[in-house]
């Protein structure tokens, strides 16, 4: 996951079609939530993944992105990977998330997250899914994997977030 540094000196550069020309990926986008409690070690990189309490956000007040685009090191070539291996297309390390957590499907405008048998858990806005199970999503979506809730955005989305626009239509928060 990065921070928004880059993306956020992009923003206040150009204009919102340049943005979405030059970021023409989804993105998954972690917002700040009021800090709860967390456990110390919880975010450290390891080999195995980790069972945790659903219960906590791993980074409070961090607003944090992820690209959402193909790796050419990834051995699946009709999906994304989602999770901890750096093969992954989006690479999220924190040893709660599986090595390869779950899997994205992108045909056309149609979207498919499916859960890869995760220890901590694939959510598709707060519901579970099966083990091994698939839900059709779509942007605005909040995706979970273990604690980390992220929501599903498009450049035109981050860059609004970025320059402070909050649509009426979306009801986010604007960031600062």
Same mark, same amino acid.
């Given at each position: 996951?990065?921070?928004?540094?880059?993306?956020?000196?992009?923003?206040?550069?150009?204009?919102?079609?340049?943005?979405?020309?030059?970021? @023409?990926?989804?993105?998954?986008?972690?917002?700040?939530?009021?800090?709860?409690?967390?456990? *110390?070690?919880?975010? +450290?990189?390891?080999?195995?993944?980790?069972?945790?309490?659903?219960? /906590?956000? @791993?980074? @409070?007040?961090?607003?944090?992105?992820?690209?959402?685009?193909? %790796?050419?090191?990834?051995?699946?070539?009709?999906?994304?990977?989602?999770? !901890?291996?750096? %093969?992954?297309?989006?690479?999220? !390390? /924190?040893?709660?998330? *599986?090595?390869?957590?779950?899997?994205?499907?992108?045909?056309?405008?149609?979207?498919?997250? !499916?859960?890869?048998?995760?220890?901590?858990?694939?959510?598709? %806005?707060?519901?579970? =899914?099966?083990?091994?199970? *698939?839900?059709?999503?779509?942007?605005?979506?909040? &995706?979970? /994997?273990?604690?980390? +809730? =992220? +929501?599903?955005?498009?450049?035109?989305?981050?860059?609004?977030?970025? !320059?402070?626009? *909050?649509?009426?239509?979306?009801?986010?928060?604007? &960031?600062?």
């Amino acid at each position: 996951m990065d921070d928004l540094t880059e993306y956020l000196r992009k923003a206040r550069g150009v204009t919102q079609a340049t943005f979405q020309q030059l970021y @023409p990926h989804y993105f998954l986008f972690k917002h700040a939530k009021a800090a709860m409690a967390s456990r *110390s070690g919880d975010h +450290e990189i390891d080999y195995a993944t980790r069972a945790i309490d659903l219960n /906590f956000d @791993p980074m @409070p007040n961090v607003m944090q992105v992820v690209a959402v685009k193909k %790796n050419p090191d990834n051995p699946f070539p009709d999906r994304l990977t989602i999770g !901890r291996a750096t %093969n992954c297309d989006v690479v999220i !390390r /924190f040893a709660f998330i *599986s090595k390869v957590h779950a899997h994205l499907f992108v045909q056309g405008d149609k979207l498919t997250l !499916r859960d890869n048998k995760a220890a901590n858990g694939t959510f598709h %806005n707060h519901k579970k =899914l099966d083990a091994a199970g *698939s839900r059709s999503i779509k942007l605005g979506d909040t &995706l979970g /994997f273990g604690a980390l +809730e =992220l +929501e599903l955005i498009d450049a035109s989305r981050l860059y609004q977030l970025l !320059r402070g626009v *909050s649509p009426a239509s979306q009801g986010a928060p604007a &960031l600062k």
